[in-house]
């Protein structure tokens, strides 16, 4: 968060706000690189990575006054639990029964109907329907995709409300996330408006990458609703996608990577999106941008380099608590009670319960590449890593975490997690398919589940038994029970 980053001296724990699939190994940015860690996940083609030079980051500026709140959605009702709409079977492969088709991510809305994603098709299927429905070419993803257009691909879904989902994409970062405003005034005073400073090609860049908030049409065909850009705080224009809430001006968060909605609880229907830079919190249709945990690099002037690795794992621990994983870092945060209030530091309005690393995996400057963070109900911590495998955690202080591997997997490389309420947590894995860690029982193979990928795992509690949706090379397997 901008605002903080004159406080450098006082160390990385201080710095948490700041203005699952399987990837292939790519070659990893230039040394002082505070965002970019690996290129996301190409949907189309397989386009060059793109690295971004040091950034470094300087003193804060005074936060703008709001002008006036931005409304937020009240969150919704308490559902009533039921078995819900879809069948209820211990184990239900649903692309053979379903017609699924090619899915890169999958989502469920407090309708319970099933969100599919695939490069530029949003698919949907709702209860009573024998197929989905697909529509091609919404939003960011109209003109095609490239580095020319608003996106370069798609990435992740997430059900919201009933008839509602929101979906990420991918583009490159920018050499410096600074943008001018119409106004031409510097960082960080504002004091010196020189309009020559404005570049309408750039400011432009604001629009690329980021979220789209999409709906269900009654035909079942998905439209646009609207393209993120309302900030929980009105420091600037609303209609520029995600920047950052407390400084308009900084377009850091460009490429959505992960994202999890939150099922139950006080907070209940909002969304979090992990990105190439922080956290995103969304209530609706308006957004706070962003937090992170980070660690500072020593620069040979003396000075420091921010280093916000992508944010690849995030999660929801039983009681609210925010769990977020970066290539690099490990952070904890208990959300603060309005959205906008989320990028603010403070220990009153957002605990921070963890920002730090696993000296046991790897020193902080080497990635540790987190794909999965959960808690289980008996209050234990995991981690699984894309290359490192699964990590139980323990936190000693808020900048001191230390770790254990479990053993007992075939592979380290791991690609999603998901606890469950009868205590288990389930581990995807590359290469091995779908594993359950059941208390004390050890570690399992899950039978069922076709497909040795596994993309994502996404838990839904709201009916009774649980689904657990299990996306992998092979398709979609729900299973009921846990």
Request: negative net charge; aromatic residues 8%; hydrophobic residues 35%.
């Amino acid at each position: 968060m901008r605002r903080l980053l004159g406080a450098w001296a006082v160390g990385a724990m201080v710095a948490w706000g700041c203005g699952s699939t399987t990837e292939e190994p790519r070659t990893p940015g230039v040394d002082e690189n505070p965002a970019r860690s690996e290129e996301p996940p190409p949907q189309v083609g397989q386009p060059p990575p793109v690295t971004e030079p040091p950034v470094t980051e300087p003193p804060a500026p005074t936060e703008p006054v709001p002008t006036e709140p931005v409304p937020t959605e009240p969150p919704p009702p308490a559902p009533v639990v039921t078995v819900g709409p879809w069948p209820n079977e211990p184990v239900v492969n649903y692309s053979s029964r379903y017609g699924l088709g090619d899915v890169r991510a999958v989502a469920v809305d407090d309708a319970y109907n099933l969100w599919l994603l695939d490069g530029d098709r949003i698919g949907v299927l709702r209860p009573g329907d024998t197929s989905p429905r697909w529509t091609s070419g919404v939003g960011q993803a109209a003109p095609g995709f490239g580095p020319d257009k608003l996106a370069m691909g798609s990435t992740v879904i997430c059900g919201g409300s009933a008839g509602r989902a929101y979906v990420g994409y991918f583009t490159y970062e920018l050499d410096s996330a600074f943008i001018y405003s119409p106004d031409g005034t510097n960082f960080p005073a504002y004091n010196d408006p020189d309009p020559t400073r404005f570049d309408p090609v750039r400011y432009q860049e604001y629009q690329k990458g980021d979220l789209d908030v999409v709906k269900l049409l009654p035909d079942g065909s998905v439209a646009l609703e609207t393209h993120l850009s309302r900030s929980a705080r009105s420091n600037g224009p609303q209609d520029i996608g995600i920047r950052n809430t407390n400084d308009h001006h900084f377009d850091e968060d460009r490429s959505v990577l992960s994202c999890t909605k939150v099922m139950r609880g006080k907070h209940r229907g909002q969304v979090y999106i992990g990105t190439n830079h922080g956290v995103t919190r969304i209530q609706g249709t308006v957004y706070n941008s962003h937090r992170h945990p980070v660690w500072f690099k020593p620069k040979p002037d003396g000075g420091v380099t921010q280093m916000a690795g992508y944010t690849y794992a995030l999660g929801v621990a039983p009681n609210g608590d925010v769990l977020i994983g970066n290539d690099w870092s490990i952070g904890v945060v208990t959300p603060s009670e309005l959205l906008a209030d989320w990028d603010k530091t403070s220990q009153t309005l957002n605990p921070e319960k963890l920002n730090s690393f696993l000296p046991e995996v790897n020193a902080e400057p080497e990635m540790d590449y987190w794909r999965g963070i959960q808690q289980t109900q008996d209050g234990l911590y995991y981690l699984a890593s894309k290359e490192y495998g699964l990590w139980k955690m323990s936190i000693a202080r808020r900048s001191e975490a230390h770790g254990t591997k479990v053993a007992g997997l075939p592979t380290d490389r791991l690609t999603a997690l998901a606890a469950t309420d009868d205590g288990s947590l389930f581990i995807g894995t590359e290469g091995f398919g779908l594993w359950r860690m059941e208390g004390q029982k050890g570690l399992s193979h899950v039978e069922g589940v076709d497909g040795v990928v596994v993309k994502q795992v996404l838990y839904d509690p709201t009916v009774k038994p649980a689904m657990l949706y299990v996306l992998t090379n092979a398709g979609l397997t729900v299973i009921r029970g846990h």
